[in-house]
């Protein structure tokens, strides 16, 4: 670690910023201290939403397999990233650096990253308006447009993150564990009431809902996929390698399963795949309701907060500065949640599913093939780096081509060539792409 930040401050010259960025050794933590946080992020409204979309569409047995095939994938490459972010002790719009250079990581992964946090936001302000119009109509027989619904909480949403909430905290604290609790009741709930255990065993998804086990598995992969390209933001806080992987394998996977597994057994159970009418449906439909309200209030300011910041970061800004370009992001994504952006759903999770594993691709290829997971060879240059743009523009593209995104819009429908698994394709043609322009362009 010490030779790692000896090369970062002393050779690559770059600004003070980043040694500020990288985490001291008085800072590192264990296991117990920092696997909280992707537990807690697993049990959320989008989780659910995939888990009860996939739950819809698939047998319960394809479900699990969709799932553990698909987080499985991510936790390949995560483990990679995570292990980095622990050396370097860098969140990952700074180590991405070494594969992108200095310039292309400001851009590549801040317009990433923002656009990801956005869609994300815009699905959960959607769901969070569905929520609040079925509580109000539930609870006092009020009919509230959920599109009204779904710009007021948007509005609220972003209102805290500008400007500061201290109470948003505290409802997180509350929100993630209310929710575990809401879907174990409605998981129990749902399955005594629709059949039992045979009759989860036995569903078979209607013919016009049935979606084949590769599109499961590239809506599982396209749920956690930035995570676990991003996951180094808070897992360099590790104090070594054992830790991040520890983190992620012990922690992150077994919560994504149990949560993903929680929204499938409910939307087979109840029929029903829209979260919010499911949640509406147990014994306790307010509660559940209004953990949803919270879970996504909670997030969604963070992923508001986070793509203001990562825009703040791409334009030069000072990000003690960063309300205005935080505001201007929750207004468009205000406009994608009330545009519907929940109705492209498995776009949205296609499009990342291509993206985030190809990132990651040009990562590992430098820092474990290019370097061979040497900290003291890790190098930031300044500028654009051929390598690491090519790889991940060709990976991208290839998950995009070969993982039928394309087949979900028309106009763009022959560019459709279905093969395996589009995000496992993209991986390795971004590692491949990126050793081959390196030894084109750089290797001597």
């Known amino acids: 670690m010490a030779a790692a930040t000896h090369r970062i401050e002393a050779e690559q010259g770059l600004d003070g910023s980043l040694a500020q960025l990288q985490v001291k050794d008085a800072e590192r933590t264990g296991f117990l201290s920092i696997a909280p946080v ?6 959320s409204a989008s989780a659910l939403l995939v888990g009860a979309t996939l739950g819809a569409g698939l047998t ?12 499985g994938f991510v936790m390949c490459y995560m483990c990679l990233v995570v292990m980095e972010a622990a050396d370097t002790g860098l969140p990952t719009a700074a180590f991405a650096g070494a594969a992108l250079g200095k310039a292309g990581a400001r851009y590549l992964v801040a317009i990433i990253v923002g656009i990801a946090c956005l869609g994300w936001f815009g699905i959960q302000a959607a769901v969070c308006g569905a929520s609040f119009s079925l509580m109000m109509n539930d609870l006092a027989g009020i009919d509230v447009p959920v599109w009204a619904s779904t710009v007021f909480w948007g509005a609220v949403m972003v209102v805290t993150a500008v400007y500061g909430f201290n109470g948003l905290r505290y409802l997180g604290y509350v929100a993630a564990p209310l929710l575990a609790i809401i879907c174990l009741y409605g998981t129990v709930v749902s399955v005594a009431s629709g059949g039992g255990i045979a009759a989860l065993l036995s ?7 049935a979606i084949s086990l590769v599109a499961g598995v590239n809506f599982a992969i396209g749920l956690i996929a930035m995570l676990g390209t991003t996951a180094g933001d808070f897992i360099r806080y590790a104090r070594d390698r054992k830790t991040a992987v520890l983190t992620c394998l012990a922690g992150l996977l077994p919560a994504g399963i149990v949560v ?10 109840t029929g029903e795949a829209n979260i919010a009418v499911i949640m509406a449906s147990f014994g306790l439909p307010a509660v559940g309701l209004i953990a949803l309200v919270l879970s996504t209030w909670t997030v969604n300011a963070s992923n508001v907060y986070s793509a203001g910041l990562g825009f703040s970061v791409m334009l030069g800004r000072d990000t003690d500065n960063r309300k205005s370009t935080t505001a201007v992001a929750g207004v468009i994504g ?8 929940l109705d492209h759903l498995t776009v949205f999770l296609n499009v990342l599913s291509a993206c985030a594993p190809a990132l990651a691709g040009a990562m590992i290829a430098d820092y474990w093939i290019a370097n061979r997971g040497d900290a003291s060879k890790f190098f930031i240059g300044k500028g654009f780096r051929a390598c690491g743009i090519a790889a991940f523009a060709a990976g991208t593209l290839t998950a995009l081509v070969t993982g039928g995104t394309f087949g979900m819009i028309p106009v763009l429908s022959f560019l459709d060539v279905p093969f395996f698994i589009g995000p496992v394709n993209g991986i390795l043609v971004s590692i491949a792409v990126f050793v081959a ?3 084109l362009t750089e290797v001597r």
Do not use: C, K, Q, W
């Open 38 to 43: 992707p537990i807690g992020n697993m049990f």
């Open 60 to 71: 319960l047995a394809d479900s699990l397999l969709a799932i553990v095939f698909g987080f």
């Open 260 to 269: 993903l597994m929680m929204g499938a057994i409910m939307s087979i159970s």
């Open 437 to 439: 322009v390196r030894r």
């Open 203 to 209: 569903y078979v998804p209607a013919p016009e809902a």
């Open 334 to 341: 205000i406009a994608f949640a009330a545009a519907g952006i």
